[in-house]
């Protein structure tokens, strides 16, 4: 068994992690395909996850998942030193994650 990831609150593994991460945001055919698995060990890993948040729906699974992924980062970014590198990927990371939630304007 595999040690939790991130002292995340699920005890989610890395892969558990990453997987959640990626279906947050494509479909369950794209997820195998983005992480090079087959649709039913994509399909087993999230069922997995599911289990562990205590959730029956994706889309519950998702808001969790990201709000405390997104405060998670925010709290690990104000914890290193100024200057310190990790800093910059941790902002990318985050800055993907609501890229990738950012609305679409209506005009044009």
């Given amino acids: 068994m595999s040690e939790p990831y991130l ?3 699920w005890g989610l593994t890395q892969r558990e992690f ?3 991460s990626h ?5 369950m ?3 195998a395909r983005e992480l090079g698995i087959s649709y039913g060990t994509a399909n087993d890993h999230v069922k997995m996850v599911h289990r562990k948040m205590d959730v029956h729906r994706n889309t519950w699974a998702c808001i969790i998942f990201d709000r405390w992924r997104i405060t998670y980062l925010t709290e ?3 914890d290193y030193p100024v200057g310190d590198p990790r800093i ?3 902002r990318e990371d985050l800055g993907f994650e609501l890229h990738k939630r950012a609305p679409k304007s209506p005009i044009p």
């Fill in 23 to 27: 279906r947050c945001h494509f479909t």
């Fill in 29 to 31: 055919k794209e997820l």
């Fill in 76 to 78: 690990a970014i104000e």
């Fill in 88 to 90: 910059k990927l941790l």
């Fill in 18 to 20: 990453q997987v959640m």
């Fill in 7 to 9: 002292d995340n609150p």
